[in-house]
């Protein structure tokens, strides 16, 4: 019989800045990465272009916590001042019993370029969240 490969749940996930653990995160959004493309013809080939691989860029990351300290927002407040700080972010994603690793992402050289809190809102009960847009040079599997 052959062992089935589930793909990994979403659920039990932990993120880490500078290999500290700063609070739970609700959500990680924005993991993308794309490799630009150049047409190139040949001379005398017509029936196919050459296509090379060129840039890759890397969309921004989202980490968005209930708001617990003021951590993040001290974090975007000095590049506003002037005092870039670049951070490795590590995401690492669990089993769904969270107790054995199964995927690791390292975020390389990130910093805050946005920071956004929730409306408030009186006559709401629900949390308040801040959300933190991440630029980077890149990411890869550890």
């Not at 993308?32 to 296509?51: F, L």
């Not at 006559?123 to 599997?141: D, K, P, Q």
Request: charged content about 30%; glycine content about 8%.
């Amino acid at each position: 019989m052959v062992a089935r490969n589930d793909p990994f749940r979403v659920f039990r996930f932990l993120v880490e800045i500078d290999s500290v653990q700063r609070g739970g995160f609700a959500r990680v959004k924005g993991m993308s990465r794309e490799t630009k493309v150049e047409a190139r013809r040949e001379g005398g080939v017509n029936d196919y272009e050459h296509k090379l691989a060129t840039m890759t860029s890397y969309g921004n990351v989202v980490l968005e916590r209930g708001l617990a300290d003021d951590y993040l927002l001290r974090w975007h407040q000095d590049v506003i001042d002037g005092k870039v700080e670049r951070r490795t972010v590590t995401i690492v994603v669990y089993d769904e019993t969270g107790t054995r690793e199964t995927w690791r992402w390292l975020v390389e050289r990130a910093y805050p370029v946005k920071w956004t809190g929730t409306d408030l809102d009186a006559a709401s009960g629900a949390v308040l969240v801040e959300s933190v847009e991440l630029t980077h040079h890149g990411f890869r599997r550890a």
